[in-house]
């Protein structure tokens, strides 16, 4: 009985230790089930994102593909087109007025009695200035500057007959079939060369860029002048030029140029002619050559001294017996002006650091050839003048900035400033007081501004920048002109 | 006084109110680097300009650090770019050297 009963608990012991290690095994076996269904979930997450990046990849391959064809259209489109353009357009109102001498007189001195006293106006005269820029530049040493232009009043009619409704009609002119003209106002490459030597130079030919010179870009808005001096150059011209930098051997920004170009030719263009492009259209309408020498003497970014010679060959006159009056190759002309201009006046005042102030000193002689007359005389004659500025920032706009110059010239003073952007006629070139007020004003930074301007002259000689003139003839006594206009530049 | 004349006055004074944009100006710009500048980093305006790319002189621009950018290009300008005085043109600094970067692909004239 005794070996039974230990019989029963051995066996009863070993079952339970049994159920036991089962219970510890299904949990086991649990585990791997729960491990093997995670595997199996991180697997399929795995598969998941390589089918994922397989299409982005293929999807990247595709945009390369696409951007690379249109790479390719661009390339294809742009390989030869090596012009930048850019556009300056200037819509003006002007409001003028011209009041003559009441002892006005015509150009050979006989009483101008049909003009004394009179007055004459224009009270809305509106205009459109487009300038068309090019630019190409093969690197930085060889590159291209041209500029097309179109300058006109609103409704111009340039026909010559009025009556026979010819196309030259503003309202159609560029409508309807007409000439092959395009109005070129620069075009010229620069080559420079010698970087490394003490004295780099710059050679550059074609029409170049003598207009709205130093100290005149303010009175136009402009932030860079052009290289030649306002008090005495203002034309379109062609030529050659050759700049030599000074400013490792010299003072910090010192160049010279050396500028000889052509102004006038009158040759024969006579198409049925055997011999076309020789002589002149009329005897003694010699070409007019130029030299011109600007000069900048320093310039540290605020400080600007520059000066100018220029002398103009085969300058027009008379004769003395007055029998060519109209043109003829009568002497030289020889000009020089020195100009300076301040910008920032004072640093730690901001009114001041934005002001700027210059002034000008310049002079005109003439030297006419033995038989011919230059402003009435057969002797050397010279002019002077001076011109004056200030600017200074408005104080109601950002940018906006308000200037007033002052010009006097004497009796014999006669600069070349024909293409001075004044409508009544160029105020530097006054023989007596002119007086300008002007707000430039930023709308836009500088891709949209404004400006009011108020010109008045008061002359004490003849209003005239031709050595045909005497200048003892008076004929206006004051002219003026209020002008205003929105400007677009990008 | 013309009515047409004082329509165009008041038009251009009525445009005033629309004056918004900062007038920041390349020029100015290399008026300024010319001024303060040229002598210490003994390089021109042109050459600073054109050490980094437009998106370069972006980049540190919008991130207030052009003045930094800046040292790079000439270390020895250091103490001017950490001054007030820079502070207060910086705009037209960048300005001009955004305009002439390396990659700017502008123009001179001359």
């Known amino acids: ?490 | 006084m013309t009515s047409i004349s004082k329509i165009a006055l008041a038009a251009l004074l009525g445009l005033t109110l629309f004056s918004t944009t900062a007038s920041a100006d390349s020029e100015k710009g290399k008026k300024l680097y010319q001024k303060n500048l040229k002598e210490t980093c003994g390089i021109t305006g042109g050459v600073f300009a054109a050490k980094y790319k437009q998106a370069d002189w972006d980049k540190a621009y919008k991130a207030g650090t052009l003045n930094k950018k800046m040292t790079e290009a000439c270390p020895a300008g250091k103490d001017f770019f950490e001054s007030d005085k820079y502070k207060k043109i910086e705009t037209h600094l960048y300005d001009f050297v955004h305009d002439f970067a390396r990659d700017s692909g502008n123009i001179p004239s001359c």
């Open chain 1, 1 to 490: 009985m005794k070996k039974i009963t230990l019989s029963l608990i051995a066996a009863s012991l070993f079952s339970g230790n049994l159920l036991a290690d089962e219970a510890a095994l299904q949990a086991q076996i649990q585990k791997l089930i729960q491990r093997i269904e995670q595997l199996e979930q991180a697997q399929g997450t795995t598969q998941q994102t390589q089918i994922v990046l397989q299409e982005n990849q293929a999807e990247i391959k595709e945009t390369q593909i696409s951007q690379g064809d249109m790479l390719s259209k661009v390339n294809a489109q742009s390989a030869n087109d090596n012009i930048k353009w850019d556009i300056d357009l200037r819509s003006a109102f002007h409001n003028i007025n011209y009041q003559y001498a009441d002892d006005a007189k015509n150009r050979d001195g006989s009483a101008d009695a049909t003009h004394s006293g009179q007055k004459y106006s224009n009270n809305s005269l509106f205009t459109n200035r487009l300038w068309l820029g090019m630019g190409s530049k093969v690197n930085d040493d060889l590159f291209f500057n041209g500029q097309v232009a179109a300058d006109y009043y609103w409704g111009a009619d340039t026909s010559v007959n009025h009556s026979a409704m010819s196309q030259d009609m503003g309202w159609e002119a560029n409508s309807k079939p007409h000439d092959a003209s395009l109005g070129l106002r620069q075009a010229y490459f620069v080559y420079k060369f010698g970087n490394d030597w003490d004295i780099p130079m710059t050679f550059s030919v074609g029409r170049r860029a003598a207009v709205d010179g130093f100290l005149a870009n303010n009175r136009e808005g402009t932030q860079k002048p052009g290289s030649p001096l306002a008090h005495i150059t203002n034309v379109e011209v062609d030529g050659a030029m050759m700049q030599f930098n000074l400013d490792k051997v010299f003072l910090p920004g010192s160049y010279l140029k050396v500028v000889y170009g052509r102004s006038y030719d009158t040759i024969n263009q006579n198409a049925l002619s055997t011999v076309p492009y020789t002589g002149t259209t009329f005897p003694g309408d010699d070409k007019v050559d130029f030299l011109v020498l600007p000069m900048s003497i320093y310039n540290d970014g605020a400080s600007n001294l520059m000066a100018e010679y220029a002398m103009i060959m085969n300058a027009k006159g008379d004769t003395v017996s007055g029998t060519t009056y109209g043109g003829v190759a009568a002497g030289t002309a020889h000009y020089a002006a020195l100009s300076y201009q301040l910008d920032g006046l004072n640093e730690d005042v901001d009114f001041l650091n934005d002001s700027t102030v210059f002034a000008s000193v310049a002079m005109t002689s003439t030297n006419p050839d033995s038989g011919y007359t230059m402003l009435g005389s057969t002797d050397n004659k010279t002019g002077y003048s001076f011109w004056a500025g200030v600017l200074f920032p408005d104080t109601i706009s950002d940018g906006g900035r308000i200037g007033i110059e002052y010009n006097h010239g004497s009796k014999y003073w006669t600069p070349m400033t024909w293409a001075e952007d004044s409508i009544i006629g160029s105020k530097v070139a006054t023989r007596g007081d002119a007086y300008e007020t002007y707000w430039n004003l930023p709308i836009v930074g500088k891709n949209l501004t404004a400006q009011l301007r108020y010109t008045y002259i008061n002359y004490n000689y003849r209003s005239s920048i031709s050595f045909m003139d005497d200048p003892s003839f008076k004929n206006l006594d004051h002219s003026q002109e209020l002008r205003a206009f929105v400007r677009y530049q990008y």
